[in-house]
C-alpha cells in the first residue's frame, strides 16, 4: 500500500518522523483523515487524538493540543503545540494534572476570561491525553 | 625592595581578577548550556514551520491576489524597523558589537529611514549614534516562555498592519557552534520568498560538530530553491481564517527563535571571552612572578654586595 512520510513536531522535540498509511486528526471544522494523494491542504488543529496507521499497520495514538496540520504531495506535518505519544503518557499523572486544573477552575470565579479560557484549555488537554490513553489501552487490549 | 612591594601587590590583584574572571566563565557555561539545549530544541519546528511560512508567501506571490495582509508586500518601503537583540552586560567579547554594526551595515545597504527596536540593555548605545529608538523591552538571560517575547511581535505586527513600518528586520546571532556565532539581519515582514539564506539556525547539527558554507548551501537550497512546487492549497475551514491563526504564530516562533539562538550566542560568546581573559591573568601572573623574583633576587645581591663591601671597608 501506498505510504507517505508523516512529521509533527511540538516547540520542544519531533514527536514521530515515520511513513504512514493514513492519519485521524481532529481540526476546527471536525475529524478529517488524510490517505497518501491527499490534496494540499492546510487546517487549523483543535485539541484531541490523532490516530495514526503505521507502514507496518500498527496504529499509533497521539494526543495535541493547538496547532496546524499541512498536507503536501509527499508529506504531512504537523505543527502542534504540545502533542504526547499515548505510550509515553501516564496515567496517573494526567488524572491527578486534570483535578489539578479542575481545582484551579473552580477558584477561579473572580480571575479575568483570559486566566479562565487558560485553566479550560488545560482541562481539554488533559482530557484529550486520558482520552488517548484509553485509546491505546483497548486497542493493546483488542489484539 | 620598593620594587617587589609594587610587583607582588599587582600579583595581587591580576589573581584576584582571574578569580572573578573564572567565576563568570563557569556561570556562563552553565547558562550557555542550557541556552543550548532550548535552541536545539526548537529548531526543527522553527524552520519546519518557516518552510510553511515560504509556501504561503510563494502561493500568494503566484496567484497574485491577497491572502493575508501580513503576506502582501509593499510596493514602496518607506520605512523599517529592526528588532536588534543585543545582550543585557558586557564582558562577551565581540557580540554587541557585531550585531550592532551588522545591524547598521544593512541600514546602510537599503538607506531607508529605521528605526530600532531592542531587545537588551547593551543596544541603547545607538542613543547616542543619532538613531531613533522607539522602544526598549526587557531581555532575560534565559527565555523561560515563549510569551516574553509576545509584546515584542505584537508591537512589530501591529506597527507594520498600521502602515507605520513597510519592513521589519531582525538582527540577531545565530548560533553556530559555542566557539562560532554569526550576526544576521532576517527579514521578519513582510514575509518574502525572495530573501535568500535568512534561514534560522541549521536543523539537526551537532553544535560540537560544527558546520561550514556548503553546508549551508546545501541547506537552502534544499529548503527554498530546490522545491519550485507551487503548493495550491486548499484552507479548512476558510483560508481568512486559517491564516490569521497561523501566520502570527509563525512570526512568533520565528522570533522566539531568533532569541533563543541569540541567547545561546551571548553565552558562549561571553564564555569564550572569560576563558581567554582568565587565560591572560594567568600568563600575567606567571609573568609578574618571575619578574618578582627576579627583583627579590637582585635585591639580595645588591644587599649582600652592601654587607661585604663594608665589613670589607671595616677590616682595613
Known amino acids: ?18 511513513e504512514i498509511l493514513q492519519i485521524s486528526v481532529p481540526t476546527t471544522s471536525g475529524e478529517i483523515t488524510v490517505l497518501p ?6 487546517s487549523v488543529l483543535k485539541t484531541g487524538v490523532i490516530e495514526l496507521k503505521l507502514a507496518d499497520n500498527n496504529t499509533e495514538i497521539i494526543s495535541v ?5 499541512e498536507v503536501m504531495k509527499d508529506k504531512i506535518v504537523i505543527l502542534a503545540d504540545t502533542a504526547e505519544r499515548a505510550e509515553e503518557l501516564d496515567e496517573s ?16 470565579k473572580f480571575v479575568d476570561d483570559v486566566e479562565f479560557a487558560n485553566i479550560s484549555a488545560k482541562i481539554e488537554k488533559e482530557l484529550a491525553r486520558l482520552h488517548a490513553v484509553n485509546k491505546w489501552r483497548k486497542l493493546k487490549s483488542s489484539k | 625592595m620598593a620594587q617587589t612591594k609594587e610587583i607582588s601587590r599587582r600579583i595581587k590583584s591580576v589573581t584576584s581578577t582571574k578569580k572573578i574572571t573564572k567565576a563568570m566563565e563557569m556561570v556562563a557555561a552553565s547558562k550557555m548550556r542550557k541556552a543550548i539545549e532550548a535552541v536545539l530544541k526548537t529548531r526543527t ?5 518557516w518552510e510553511t511560512v515560504l509556501r504561503l508567501a510563494k502561493l500568494a506571490e ?33 557580540y554587541n558589537a557585531a550585531i550592532i554594526s551588522k545591524a547598521k551595515d544593512s541600514i546602510k545597504k537599503y538607506n531607508i529611514a529605521t528605526d530600532f527596536i531592542l531587545a537588551g540593555k547593551k543596544g541603547l548605545s545607538l542613543n547616542n549614534q543619532n538613531y531613533n529608538i522607539v522602544a526598549e523591552f526587557e531581555k ?6 515563549a510569551k516574553e517575547i509576545y509584546p515584542i511581535i505584537k508591537m512589530a505586527v501591529d506597527d507594520y498592519l498600521s502602515g507605520k513600518y513597510d519592513k521589519i528586520l531582525v538582527a540577531y546571532t545565530d548560533f553556530v557552534n559555542p566557539a562560532k556565532q554569526v550576526p544576521r539581519v532576517k527579514q521578519l515582514l513582510p514575509l518574502d520568498i525572495k530573501t535568500v539564506d535568512e534561514y534560522l539556525g541549521i536543523v539537526g547539527k551537532d553544535p560540537k560538530i560544527g558546520v561550514n558554507q556548503e553546508l549551508i548551501n546545501e541547506k537552502s537550497k534544499k529548503h527554498s530553491s530546490g522545491d519550485n512546487f507551487v503548493y495550491d492549497y486548499t484552507f479548512e475551514p476558510s483560508p481568512s481564517e486559517v491564516l490569521d491563526l497561523i501566520i502570527p504564530r509563525l512570526l512568533e516562533v520565528q522570533l522566539y527563535q531568533a532569541f533563543l539562538e541569540a541567547n545561546a550566542s551571548e553565552h558562549s560568546a561571553r564564555m569564550t571571552a572569560m576563558h581567554q581573559a582568565t587565560e591572560a591573568a594567568g600568563d600575567m601572573v606567571s609573568e609578574l612572578t618571575l619578574f618578582y623574583n627576579k627583583a627579590r633576587q637582585a635585591s639580595i645581591t645588591a644587599e649582600i654586595a652592601e654587607i661585604s663591601a663594608g665589613a670589607n671597608a671595616l677590616a682595613e
Do not use: W
Open chain 1, 1 to 18: 500500500m501506498k505510504t507517505i512520510k508523516f512529521e509533527i513536531v511540538t516547540p520542544e522535540r519531533t514527536v514521530l518522523k515515520q
Open chain 2, 45 to 49: 519546528y522553527a524552520n519546519l514551520s
Open chain 2, 62 to 94: 503566484t496567484k497574485n491576489e491577497s491572502l493575508h495582509p501580513l503576506l502582501a508586500g509593499r510596493k514602496e518601503i518607506k520605512k523599517a524597523a529592526i528588532i536588534l537583540i543585543s545582550s543585557n552586560r558586557g564582558m562577551c567579547g565581540a
Open chain 1, 93 to 108: 499523572k494526567i488524572e491527578a494534572a486534570k483535578l489539578r486544573a479542575e481545582e484551579a477552575k473552580k477558584n477561579a
Open chain 1, 65 to 69: 493540543s493547538g496547532g496546524f496540520i
Open chain 1, 37 to 42: 494523494d491527499h490534496i494540499p491542504l492546510v
Open chain 2, 140 to 145: 532575560n538571560d534565559l527565555l523561560n516562555d
